[in-house]
């Protein structure tokens, strides 16, 4: 296989895991997107870094997204390159928004562009390299095809269903200005799990993929609006509990807001916390006043998105 361009372009967004019940199953895509071109080059590799991270992560080889790209390109027999990188970054790093599985499709998706052969690297494909990078496909699914995903491991594979949730659905997100790495947040898990919450986690999950699908109704009744149902639909009973000595002051935020009725939940594995319903004025100013970055985000119905300038200026 050889590489048919020397420039690239893709965006990829920010995902939500999790969702409250459906722990590293459920997934969305939520329209805040990291940006990242690159040149083919017969020299060293080169990074700039703008926005989330500059300063802070790889400008060498061991970039994320660069690795990711080599492993892309390695799958196909395609040639290495050196590579002049420019990523420009909004995804908050370290506070659960899947800056980490962005940035791992962002680099399969810039080898698939460089070689100009979907077939060759398809979502499929991308899919299973960016698990195995990422260790779990409930984020990676997300960002690949944007909208919301159902994704879970078969017996050799990561497979994934893709649904579009209500067009009146904007998450509201509650960014701390604290980090928290996941491999901490999932430190504090336990292995076992009493079985009854076990149940409830499966029936809350269910619940949540019935009410984000547009032809459910409320049983016995033609009511259509069941958005009513997002508040049960969003409690969890297997992760966030077990998260609250890592991550208090998320685990109170969620407490506050769904006091109030509303349906919040950890975004993934924390510390931001989603709402996936209305949040009022004063309950956001709240927030804010407290320290949080309050932001409405639309999701995003599609994942990867690519970009063939004429003249590209990296």
């Given amino acids: ?16 895991a999790n969702l409250g019940p459906g722990f590293d199953c459920l997934g969305i895509a939520l329209d805040l997107r990291d940006i990242v071109s690159v040149h083919a080059t017969a020299g060293p590799t080169s990074i700039v870094v703008e926005g989330e991270g500059a300063g802070t992560v790889s400008e060498g080889d061991d970039n994320l997204i660069v690795r990711a790209m080599r492993v892309g390109l390695d799958h196909v027999g395609a040639p290495q390159v050196g590579v002049r990188m420019h990523c420009h970054n909004v995804i908050p790093h370290s506070r659960g928004l899947g800056s980490s599985a962005s940035a791992v499709v962002a680099g399969l998706a810039l080898a698939r562009e460089l070689i100009r ?12 390299l960016a698990t195995h990078m990422e260790g779990h496909p409930d984020n990676v699914a997300p960002a690949i095809e944007g909208g919301m995903t159902v994704a879970w491991m078969g017996d050799d594979d990561a497979q994934a269903l893709r649904f579009e949730p209500p067009a009146s659905m904007t ?4 960014i701390p200005d604290f980090p ?3 491999s901490k947040a999932r430190q504090v898990l336990p292995d076992v799990v009493p079985y009854r919450d076990a149940i409830a986690n499966i029936s809350r999950a269910a619940v949540l993929v019935a009410v984000m699908s547009d032809n459910a109704r409320t049983f016995g009744s033609d009511d259509a609006d069941i ?5 049960d639909a ?11 000595a890592v991550m208090e002051p998320s685990l109170a935020l969620v407490d506050w807001l769904r006091e109030a009725g509303v349906a919040a939940v950890v975004s993934g594995a924390g510390p931001t916390v989603m709402a996936l319903n209305h949040v009022d004025d004063d309950m956001r100013a709240s927030a804010q006043r407290s320290g949080w970055t309050v932001r409405s985000l639309a999701v995003s119905g599609d994942g990867i998105r690519t970009d ?7």
């Fill in 234 to 244: 969003t409690e969890d009973h297997l992760h966030q509990e077990y998260r609250r």
């Fill in 171 to 174: 998450p509201t997100v509650f």
């Fill in 117 to 128: 052969d979907a077939e060759a690297l398809d979502d499929h494909t991308i899919l299973q």
């Fill in 227 to 231: 958005s009513r149902w997002l508040f």
């Fill in 308 to 314: 063939r300038p004429q003249r590209p200026n990296v």
């Fill in 180 to 182: 928290l790495a996941t």
């Fill in 1 to 16: 296989m050889q590489l048919r361009a020397d420039f690239a372009r893709v965006s990829v967004p920010a995902t939500s």
